[in-house]
Each structure stands twice: as C-alpha cells, then as structure tokens.
C-alpha cells in the first residue's frame, strides 16, 4: 500500500478554517503560523484556545464523529497539513499488530465514553462509526500474531528455505543470475509460497528476520553457485549474482548495509554477487533515509533493483537521484505486452529510460517465447520468468546449470522460434 501524501493548506491571517456545527472529517497539524479555536456566540466570540506550529487543531470531529462544536480561524498567515481519517487509517493499517489493537481499545473506549455522556446529557447518540472498532479487523490482528509466533518457531526449526529462479541474458540466454524467494516447508500445510506469510511478517517487522536469513543462505550457497558456473561457461555467467528482496524494515536498520558488506567480506565473496530488490513504494516511505542507505550499498559495490517497476509509485525524479544499478519491469506490464499495445509501450518506454541512465532492465514473468523475442528486440538485456525456469531449490538450481550448458545451444533459439523455446525450457 503507498503511503498517502498528506495535503497542504495556506490560510491567510483572518481566514475561517471551519465553522461551529460542520461536520469534519480531517484535523490540521500546524506548520507554520497560528490557528485560534473560538465560539461564535450572538453576543460575540469567545477564544477558547490558540495553537502554534507543532500543534494540532481540529482533532475532536475525528475522535467523536460528531459535529464540531467550536470555530477555527487563522491569526496570521498559516501552513497546514491536513490530516484526513483515510491517511490516517491507512497508516493505522501498517502499524504494529499490537500497537494498533491498543489505539484501537483506547479510540472505542474513548467513542464509548462520549456516548454514554451524550445520552446522560439527553443528546442525540451518535454511533461510533469507525471500521477500527470492527471485531473482524481484531481478529486479523491475532491471526497475524499467532503467524508471527509460529514464523519464529519454523525460523528456529528451518523450515523455511530459498528458492531460486534464474535470470537470462535474453541475447544468448545464458544465466546471469538469480532471484532468491522464500519458501516456507510447513509441516502441515505443505510449502507455502510468500504470499501466505510475507504480509503477516510485514505487518509485525518479523521480515527483517527473514531479510537476514536470506542474506545469511545467499552467502551459504553463493560459493557452489561460482563453482559450479566456473565449470559451465557455456551457460552461466563467472560470477553469478543472486538477488534478495528487502522491505522497508530492513532499510530502517542503520547496520543492515554494513553489516551486509561484512557478511560478504569474511565469506570472500564479491559485493556484485549480491543485489538487493526493493519496491518504489519501500523507497517512497523515507525517500531520504532510503538514499543515504543506497549510498552506502553503491559505495560498497552492492547492486539495488527497483522491483516490480512501473506499477507503483513511478516518481521517476528518484531515478536520477539515487543510485539504481537495475530495473525490474512488473510481470503486469510483460504478460499483456503481445496483446496489449500499451502495456507494450509502457515496456519499452521503461527499457528506454533504463538505457539513457545507462542501467539494465530484467523483464519478469516471460511466459512465452514470443514476448522474449519482443523485449530482445526492444533491447531489453535481461529476462525472469517460467519460459526459463520457475523457482526451485538449491540442489534443483545446480543441476539445472549443468543441464542447461546443452539447453543453452537451443535456449538460443528462445529468441528465434517458439518450438525450440519450449524444447530448451524442457530440457533445462
Ligand atoms: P517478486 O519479488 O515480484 O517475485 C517474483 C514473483 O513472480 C515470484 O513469486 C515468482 O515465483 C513469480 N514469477 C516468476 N516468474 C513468473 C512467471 O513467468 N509467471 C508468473 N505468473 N509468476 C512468475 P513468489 O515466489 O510467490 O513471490 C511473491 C512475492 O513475495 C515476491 O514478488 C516478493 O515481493 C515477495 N518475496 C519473496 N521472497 C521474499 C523474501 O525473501 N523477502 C521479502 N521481503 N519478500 C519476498
Ligand atoms: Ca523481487
Ligand atoms: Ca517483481
């Protein structure tokens, strides 16, 4: 989910913010300037509070859905931010489990509390309204809890494990590398993909466990894969490098980068055999922590993909910014290419941008030969998806190195004809 850009408000000094009576569904942080709260009464007005910079007008529609119950206006010239309730449940949406569950408890509480006055008073009720008292919503919160514990339990017990798909140089459809993504061996349910545990693991910031673990298999399997590729020239590149995909978790963690460049240091392994993936949405939370992060990635000759590029944020001021060594075009965009004439244009709009910044794009999701065809003759350097191979374990990845050295010969034709693709897709 992007994070939602608050708005912005100039009031010059004297300008009425919001009348007595409406009814308001955003308070406002104030930047600069000074806001005064007041009643508008027949024999005049009474200020009831002044706010500065810092402070928050405004507030009380939001917490007791009911109308406001006094005026604000601008004393000087003002700035604000506006805070709606849908940013704010946003947000609230990406809080820790548990903290939200208490915001939650104290927000109906308080609903509650006013309620019950409100009917003391012989007022008219208002029925608190907010989707956060939802006991479905609580419910979510303790299955996502009771997946965080069972996550640290199968971290413990190594059920979970990477998987690697391989990444191919599209002009002779040798391997360049590959994608790590994280299996979970479950005892009951079977192997599950990360779509049953990764948002879970999100949610709770239990994903940087992961992070580490991948780092640490990445560094673990790395030196069979550069034996193995020295043996098959033919078909993989020297110094393969394996992605891994970091959240927005990791980037918060100062030691991640350094700590990273260590692991790969005392395991003798160079720093391009690594990459990391992260989406424009993760780089968008904290542009500016992201970049001093980055910084520290490029000075240690550590690669950074933007994953899953073009269906989300696209501010491509970043782009010229920071230091992105690959463009990950979403599968979204590849698998309507041949159908599709704008998702067409959009791809190679993107392998355009990516070769005046002088970087490689990796097409995801190529199914068919055809679409590798087309995005070879787009100029696309680099292709991911099942017409190569789809994510396997460790042992099934070194063995189909070794098969591949034959496929490669008719991998070439992957570009060429459709038949032969598929032949080269079987064998390896
Ligand atoms: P992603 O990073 O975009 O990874 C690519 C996904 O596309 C993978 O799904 C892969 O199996 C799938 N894929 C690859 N080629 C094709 C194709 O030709 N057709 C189709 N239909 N799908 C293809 P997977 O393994 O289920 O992973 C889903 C997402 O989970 C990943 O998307 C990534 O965002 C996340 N993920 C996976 N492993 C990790 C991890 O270790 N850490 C974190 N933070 N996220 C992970
Ligand atoms: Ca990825
Ligand atoms: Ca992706």
Redesign the pocket.
């Known amino acids: 989910m992007l994070p939602q850009n608050y708005d912005r408000k100039h009031l010059d000094a004297g300008t009425v913010l919001f009348r007595g009576g409406e009814y308001g569904d955003a308070a406002y942080l104030i930047e600069t300037g000074s806001v005064e709260v007041y009643l508008e009464r027949d024999c005049g007005e009474t200020v009831l509070a002044r706010r500065g910079p810092g402070e928050i007008v405004g507030e009380m529609a939001m917490l007791d859905g009911r109308p406001r119950s006094a005026a604000a206006r601008a004393i000087t010239d003002a700035n604000l931010i506006v805070i709606t309730e849908d940013a704010i449940a946003r947000r609230f949406d990406a809080m820790d489990p548990v903290l939200k569950m208490c915001v939650s408890v104290v927000l109906a509480r308080y609903r509650e509390t006013v309620a019950i006055l409100q009917a003391e008073a012989g007022d008219r009720v208002v029925a608190p309204s907010s989707s956060r008292r939802d006991p479905q919503a609580f419910a979510g919160v303790i299955e996502t809890l009771v997946l965080e514990r069972e996550m640290t339990g199968a971290l413990e017990r190594g059920e979970f494990e990477?998987?690697l798909?391989p990444i191919v140089q599209l002009a002779d459809a040798t391997i360049a590398g590959f994608?790590?993504?994280?299996?979970w061996r479950h005892p009951v349910r079977g192997l599950l993909?990360?779509?049953h545990f990764?948002p879970a693991?999100?949610a709770s910031g239990f994903?940087s466990y992961?992070?580490d673990?991948?780092l640490a298999e990445v560094a673990r399997i790395l030196p069979a894969l550069h034996d193995v590729a020295r043996d098959h020239p033919a078909a993989i590149a020297p110094l393969p490098f394996i992605s891994?995909?970091?959240?927005g978790h990791?980037l918060n963690r100062t030691h991640f980068a350094h700590g990273l460049a260590d692991t790969l240091r005392s395991a003798a392994l160079p720093p391009q055999s690594v990459k990391l993936?992260l989406?424009e949405s993760v780089l968008m939370e904290d542009p500016q922590g992201a970049a001093a992060l980055l910084s520290v990635f490029r000075d240690r000759g550590i690669g950074v993909a933007i994953?899953?590029f073009g269906a989300g944020y696209s501010s491509l001021s970043y782009l010229s910014s920071l230091p992105i060594t690959t463009l990950?075009v979403?599968?979204a965009f590849?698998?309507g290419m041949l159908a599709d004439d704008k998702s067409r244009k959009i791809v190679h709009m993107i392998i355009c941008l990516a070769q005046e910044l002088g970087i490689p794009v990796v097409a995801?999701?190529?199914?068919q030969a055809a679409e590798a065809r087309a995005l070879k003759e787009m100029g696309c350097a680099l292709g991911?998806?099942?017409?190569f191979g789809?994510?396997a374990p460790v042992s099934s990845t070194l063995q189909l190195i070794r098969g591949w050295a034959e496929g490669a010969r008719s991998a070439q034709a992957v570009t060429r004809t459709p038949e032969r693709a598929t032949a080269a897709r079987s064998r390896a």
């Open positions: 990477l998987h798909q994608e790590a993504l994280m299996r993909a990360p779509s990764i693991a999100e994903v992961l992070t673990f991948a891994v995909n970091v959240s990791d993936e989406t994953d899953d990950k979403d599968r590849v698998h995801e999701g190529i199914e991911q998806g099942y017409l789809r994510p």
